[in-house]
């Protein structure tokens, strides 16, 4: 989002992290929706409203606005990492799946996606789909924006989604080896073949993903005008050229070229850019505003009786943290493990989540989200989670006695990000239960926290959070726990842990899979390389205009499925 | 005269040169690595960080860096954002609205603080000369965020005279009320300035000379004394353009306005340098010509002084 707001204090969804208005959070996911229920007889039109109500009755053509920030990038789906471009992405791009709102993938533009060991996909679209501009989706408008994406000089954030393709890393390596990556292959006009590098049973999940999107050819031609004025193949697209008003708002109308199962039942979208939360719901009481996807954290205690069953607070795919570094002196070996284990049990995290955050967190009990396929709040081992002050002394006692404990015991955080209230609740209660030095290590803003924790400079534990890109437990813990992950910031390694996660790519059977990757949290669960903290809410609302407002698994409304009244 | 001026704009050569090195030095040496941030909580592809790192001159030396970005000053091509926005056109849109915004807040604060203080100091001590008092240091005390959320409960969601949301391209209408909030503390200040001012000159010799000549009230009012107590103020004004264009931070956030308060602190947080130097550069340059502006209005208000 990218909204800033004065206060300096973050976004509450989507990360886990940078300021406020620079948060980039990776995910923003699709839209999911309850699309396939909209099949019926709605539908949007993209001319101006009539005076009358639509076929439908009582419901209108006017456009829905919805809260959104400027976008941090162009509009390239592979160069999108953060929620306010990714919602206008998710609009306007149809990929070969979408999410439903419980995060459940249902075939948008894919006909089918088909492995037999997880490692070879054969994926066919359906025939006759086109682009905005009328230009047909083939298997080379996702191939050739996925090469695209994945090619080092062209730069693109979201580069590393195509990691496991067969032929990233000739394609990003510099210099490049290959301009395409050897893994993807054309067959015919609807049908392409991904080879993987090795099996990734979660990979058909990836691929609602904005960085999935296809492209039409006029994008790879001049992707600097693309961006400012992106064709895609979704259920809206911009209303003219030029409808992206940077820092103002971008206003889309209904594609009826769009046969998927997001079809819009309103007669628009328009984005407005809000600098400051407060505003934004000042507009949404005042009607000016029919859905804003985060209350300002002054309304935080007063938007659910402001608002009414209008008001949306449920747990979001956002979990949050602080990693105790593997290195940190004190906390390695057995009396490492019960030293974390101390101090887990000494975070009183329901009083944390009421006091600091009005319940818009939700306490934690896995290392994954509620609203993940294959969530389960029965985890062996995870009732360290649970605030226990005598079982903390006593561990905290056992670790004494192998060796003695000095110095502070620290939790690092940018203090740009509004973090610093749960760090010093958090720290207190670490503090009175176990009677330590316990205190927050305020970083002035997230870039100098992140250089200080990637190159390994930080002293103590730090603050740490996970928006999951896609919906799958794989994504929770593959990226961050794995032996040498790209964001295992605390440098975590055990064998057995990594075995599971390996068998659960490998596992075709989705149920089979998530029970792995349960077993893989148990072994966390005794490392403890990270300290579970909660999972963030989507914590927002809507206006009296509108209804069939449902939040998807990504904290967005589902805009398409949103009825505006008469 | 023109000599004077001359010299002026000569003399703003080393003055810009100096504060654009400074401030680029100073974005230089932030800590934290912004391309890294880009990435966010997600690994770093060091291919791509490598490309960004010399899209944006990053992979070079200081000194280079700050060469280049004075090339680009010259060839008003100012670099682009992180976003890939040429700075030129973020300015574009960001300077018109603020500078707009800072116009009614300058008119408020000019014409209210100077009406008020001169009545107030021509009853020096009277009740509304109190009241003043009291008004002013009560707008001083409260803090310029709870004015403006204040302002906005009170006009956009109460009595809905204004939108909450006033946007990029507002009517001047409807920057009246975020004017009056920008403009409210220095109000106090012109306010107590131009009184204390007007009451100190109103015992001078010349104004008791000019009355003694047998001059109207109104004329050794206005040309007396209201004229020699706007020094003070004019001076104050000057200085307050500078800071009321980048201070709006607060107020631009209360009514959603995207101008250059806002730009600035997103840049600073994100360490973008480019367009941290470059709005920077253009508001350094406008108070060096606003406060020339201010100089050659001393020689108006004062005749004693003269240019050569």
Redesign the interface.
């Known amino acids: 989002m990218?909204s800033?707001?004065?206060d300096g204090k973050p976004l509450r969804i989507g990360?886990?992290?940078?300021?406020v208005?620079?948060?980039?959070?990776?995910l923003r996911g699709a839209l999911g929706a309850a699309a396939l229920l909209a099949l019926s007889a709605c539908g949007g039109n993209d001319e101006e409203p009539s005076g009358g109500a639509s076929s439908s009755g009582g419901t209108s053509t006017e456009p829905v606005t919805a809260w959104g920030g400027?976008?941090?990038?162009?509009l390239v789906p592979t160069n999108t990492?953060?929620t306010s471009g990714g919602k206008i992405l998710d609009a306007i791009f149809a990929g070969l799946v979408f999410y439903q709102a419980d995060g459940k993938p249902v075939n948008d533009v894919a006909e089918s996606i088909d492995s037999t060991d997880a490692q070879n996909y054969t994926i066919k679209i359906k025939a006759g789909q086109t682009f905005s501009d009328g230009t047909p989706v083939t298997a080379s408008s996702f191939v050739d924006a996925w090469n695209y994406g994945a090619l080092?000089?062209?730069?693109?954030?979201s580069?590393?989604f195509f990691e496991p393709i067969q032929g990233y890393a000739e394609v990003?390596?510099?210099p490049p080896t290959a301009q395409t990556m050897s893994g993807l292959k054309v067959v015919d006009d609807t049908t392409f073949t991904v080879a993987l590098t090795q099996p990734e049973s979660d990979f058909p999940l990836r691929l609602g993903y904005s960085a999935f999107y296809p492209l039409p050819a006029s994008a790879l031609t001049d992707i600097?005008a693309f961006?400012e004025n992106p064709v895609g193949n979704g259920p809206y697209k911009l209303a003219q050229t030029g409808a992206w008003?940077?820092?103002?708002r971008i206003d889309l109308v209904v594609n009826d070229t769009y046969t998927g199962g997001r079809k819009a039942k309103n007669g628009g979208l328009n984005i407005?850019?809000?600098?400051?939360l407060?505003?934004?719901y000042?507009?949404l009481?005042?009607g000016?505003l029919d859905t804003l996807d985060q209350v300002p954290d002054s309304a935080l205690a007063t938007f659910e009786s402001d608002l009414g069953d209008r008001a949306v607070n449920q747990p979001a795919a956002v979990f949050q943290s602080f990693t105790i570094p593997q290195g940190l002196a004190n906390f390695q070996g057995d009396e490492g493990k019960l030293r974390r284990q101390a101090i887990s049990y000494a975070i009183d995290r329901p009083s944390i989540c009421k006091a600091v955050f009005q319940d818009t967190r939700t306490p934690a009990k896995d290392f994954t989200s509620p609203v993940i396929a294959g969530y389960s709040e029965s985890i062996p081992g995870n009732e360290v989670l649970a605030f226990d002050a005598a079982k903390a002394k006593a561990l905290w006692a056992q670790a004494e006695a192998i060796a003695p404990y000095t110095g502070t015991f620290t939790i690092g955080y940018n203090s740009?990000g509004g973090h610093q209230t749960w760090v010093d609740a958090t720290t207190a209660s670490i503090r009175q239960t176990l009677g330590i030095q316990a205190e927050g290590a305020p970083y002035?803003?997230?870039?100098?926290?992140?250089?200080d924790v990637?190159d390994r400079t930080i002293k103590g534990a730090f603050r740490?959070?996970?928006?999951a890109d896609y919906p799958g437990l794989y994504n929770f813990l593959a990226?961050i726990y794995a032996t040498g992950?790209?964001?295992n910031d605390g440098d975590y390694s055990n064998p057995a842990f990594d075995a599971l996660l390996k068998q659960a790519a490998a596992e075709t059977d989705a149920e089979a899979s998530q029970k792995l990757l349960q077993q893989a949290q148990e072994i966390l669960f005794q490392d403890l390389p990270a300290i579970p903290l909660w999972y963030s809410n989507a914590s927002g609302g809507y206006g009296e205009g509108v209804a069939d407002v449902k939040f998807g698994w990504n904290s967005v409304p589902i805009y398409d499925a949103i009825t505006k009244q008469a | 005269m023109g000599f004077y001026i001359g010299r002026r704009l000569l003399q703003m050569i080393p003055v810009f040169v100096g504060a654009t090195l400074l401030i680029y030095a100073m974005v230089f040496l932030l800590p934290g690595d912004p391309i890294a941030a880009l990435f966010g909580d997600k690994p770093v592809n060091p291919g791509v960080a490598a490309q960004l790192r010399a899209q944006y001159h990053l992979d070079q030396p200081f000194l280079i860096q700050y060469l280049l970005f004075l090339k680009g000053v010259f060839t008003l091509d100012l670099g682009n954002t992180f976003s890939g926005q040429p700075v030129i056109d973020v300015m574009a849109r960001a300077f018109p609205v603020t500078i707009r915004l800072t116009v009614v807040a300058i008119i408020v604060e000019a014409v209210l603080g100077i009406v008020v203080g001169l009545l107030a100091g021509l009853r020096r001590g009277g009740w509304f000369d109190s009241l003043s008092l009291f008004a002013s240091l009560l707008v001083i005390a409260v803090p310029i965020f709870v004015i403006g959320f204040v302002a906005r409960y009170v006009f956009a969601e109460k009595l809905q005279w204004i939108k909450a949301s006033v946007g990029p391209d507002p009517t001047w209408g409807q920057l009246i009320i975020p004017g009056i909030v920008l403009g409210s503390v220095s109000f106090a200040y012109v306010l107590r300035l131009t009184r204390n001012s007007v009451a100190e000159n109103l015992t001078a010799d010349h104004v008791r000379t000019a009355t003694a000549k047998g001059l109207t009230p109104g004329r050794v009012l206005s040309v007396h004394v209201l004229r020699n107590s706007l020094i003070p103020v004019v001076t104050f004004l000057g200085t307050d353009v500078g800071g009321l264009m980048a201070g709006a931070v607060v107020t631009e956030g209360i009514f959603n306005i995207p101008g250059v308060g806002g730009t600035l602190y997103q840049a600073i947080i994100r360490t973008e340098g480019a367009t941290v130097v470059a709005f920077v550069t253009v508001l350094v340059v406008i108070y060096l010509v606003v406060n020339l502006l201010v100089d050659l209005l001393y020689a108006v208000l004062d005749p004693r002084i003269r240019y050569v």
Not at chain 1, 15 to 19: A, F, K
Not at chain 1, 152 to 157: E, G, I
Not at chain 1, 444 to 451: E, G, H, K, P
Request: no cysteine; aromatic share 8%.
């Open positions: 990218s800033f707001q004065t990360r886990v992290g940078g300021p208005l620079s948060r980039r959070d990776g400027e976008p941090q990038n162009p990492n953060e080092v000089t062209n730069a693109q954030l580069s590393y990003n390596t510099e600097k961006g008003k940077h820092n103002e407005i850019f809000y600098a400051s407060d505003t934004a000042s507009d009481q005042s000016n740009d002035a803003t997230f870039a100098q926290l992140r250089s990637t740490t959070g996970w928006q990226p992950a790209g964001s």
